[in-house]
């Protein structure tokens, strides 16, 4: 694939490129000026992920946190956030996915960042119906999991988030890969309709943003007693798992 920019376009002046380019919105700019393409043409989240990508840095122990927490048999997703209090910024600070897997793994993972951290789960949880997710729910609460169950209103999520994104107050760190892969991916078909393939973070994103927007006091603080959790990333080839 080649691709093209405006300085290929001898028959464009300079004065015609700022005036073509303060006509279009930020998001596609690149893709119009420089000839680079985006994964699909209705993606949901139409921001280039480097105005929302962030150096990783140490969360203030003064943040209250939390999770949003999608499980399924296919694939099992967890996204930590953190309150900025004074900016009103939320910050993704770590992710987890990985696909199979038992209920007991899982929950290993998501209490290494914290046993204290509570976290927001779909009702339906991914189960073939709400009964079924109503049982995975109290498995993973059997595990010591603080899990209460998440507002799952989609469009609503979503604009919660696209809100966010756009105000500049949603930042991620670089750190979570898994989170930038499926952003890059979440679309709309041509329906309208948001594609439900690579999402299990994304709506981790949601349940976590739209529980936030409903009520922010469900976000827990670090006991002062709680030792510090170590930081770690592995990646693994079978189940592309993100720890940190």
């Known amino acids: 694939m080649l691709t093209a920019t405006w300085d290929d376009a001898a028959h464009l002046t300079e004065m015609e490129k700022r005036e073509l380019l303060r006509s279009i919105p930020e998001f596609q700019r690149e893709a119009r000026s420089q000839g680079i393409p985006y994964l699909g043409s209705g993606l949901i989240y139409p921001f280039d992920e480097k105005d929302i990508r962030v150096k990783d840095f140490d969360i203030p122990k003064h943040w209250p946190r939390g999770f949003g927490f999608d499980v399924g048999w296919n694939r099992t997703a967890a996204l930590w956030g953190a309150h900025d209090r004074e900016s009103d910024i939320l910050y993704f600070y770590s992710v ?3 696909g199979m897997g038992e209920p007991p793994s899982h929950a290993a993972a998501v209490k ?3 046993l204290w ?3 927001r789960i779909d009702p339906a949880s991914r189960g073939r119906s709400q009964i079924d997710g109503q049982r995975l729910i109290k498995l993973y609460a059997a595990q010591g999991l603080k899990l209460g ?3 799952n209103a989609v469009e609503a999520g979503i604009m919660a988030i696209y809100t966010r994104l756009a105000k500049g107050s949603l930042k991620v760190f670089a750190s979570c890969e898994a989170f930038f892969e499926e952003y890059r991916v979440y679309q ?8 439900k393939e690579q999402d299990h973070v994304m709506d981790c994103g949601r349940y976590f943003i739209l529980a936030f927007e409903e ?3 469900w976000l827990a603080t670090r006991p002062v007693e709680d030792v510090k959790v170590t930081k770690y990333v592995t990646q693994g080839q079978a189940g592309q798992e993100w720890m940190q």
Not at 188 to 195: A, L, N, S
């Open 96 to 98: 987890y996915s990985r």
């Open 112 to 114: 290494s960042r914290g």
């Open 117 to 119: 951290i509570p976290g």
């Open 149 to 151: 169950l998440a507002p």
């Open 188 to 195: 709309r078909d041509d329906t309208g309709k948001v594609v």
């Open 215 to 217: 009520n922010a006091n």
